[in-house]
């Protein structure tokens, strides 16, 4: 197996390396997340397209993910993200 650069990957965690969301749009979800994490509520944000869904449903995994702390994140047909703390999923 041949280890790549960062320069050299196309994704990083699988995310594109080029942004494709909004500014003010990562802003706002950056905002209401920390905030979900910090206080443990369920985190939700209405994505405008598959893309965007996409980028941020990989990226809501990577910063609530631990190992003893897995919460359940989700992306519905109507691209409502979802992220659920352990001790509220069923």
């Not at 995994?61 to 069923?90: C, G, R």
């Amino acid at each position: 197996m041949e280890f790549k650069s960062l320069e050299e990957r196309d994704t990083y965690f699988d995310m594109s390396k080029k942004p494709c969301i909004e500014k003010h749009r990562i802003e706002l979800f950056w905002k209401i997340l920390g905030w979900c994490i910090e206080k443990r509520r369920i985190f939700t944000f209405q994505c405008k397209n598959g893309e965007e869904a996409d980028e941020l449903q990989k990226l809501t995994y990577t910063l609530v993910f631990q190992i003893n702390d897995i919460w359940k994140v989700s992306v519905d047909d109507h691209l409502l993200l979802e992220a659920i703390p352990p001790n509220m999923t069923t």
